[in-house]
């Protein structure tokens, strides 16, 4: 059962109908590479993003929603994971976290001084 066609609105061109049973348009003018539409790599390009070699070791996360209880995370590739719940205790967090880059095995030389 179709649905009657609605009448065309001042001013707006007619919209073309497609039946489901056709495939789309190819579209003209070229378009991916047949190694691409197969899911071959044509070329494999290499990293564009060039860094200075640092990269992210410890993470903090502080959550304050207004009304609620503050909260912090304190995450390290070191192994440390501490949560902090409440006013006190998350500032307390904050405090250690700042502390933990100079104590960090991972930020740290084989003599000791700090990076």
């Known amino acids: ?25 190819a579209p003209s003018g070229g378009g991916a590479a047949k190694g ?12 564009q993003q060039t860094g200075d070699g640092r990269y992210p070791i410890a993470w903090l996360s502080i959550s304050a929603p207004r009304g609620a209880i503050p909260t912090a ?15 006190r205790k998350a500032q307390a967090l904050i405090a250690d976290h700042t502390d933990h880059k100079t104590r960090c095995p991972l930020r740290t030389h084989q003599e000791g001084a700090a990076v």
């Open 1 to 25: 059962m179709s649905t009657p066609p609605r009448p065309r609105l001042e001013g707006h061109p007619p919209t073309p109908r497609l039946s489901i049973a056709e495939p789309a348009p």
């Open 36 to 47: 691409v539409a197969e899911g071959v790599p044509i070329a494999v390009r290499p990293d």
């Open 73 to 87: 995370t304190s995450v390290c590739e070191c192994g440390r994971n501490l949560f902090a719940a409440g006013h």
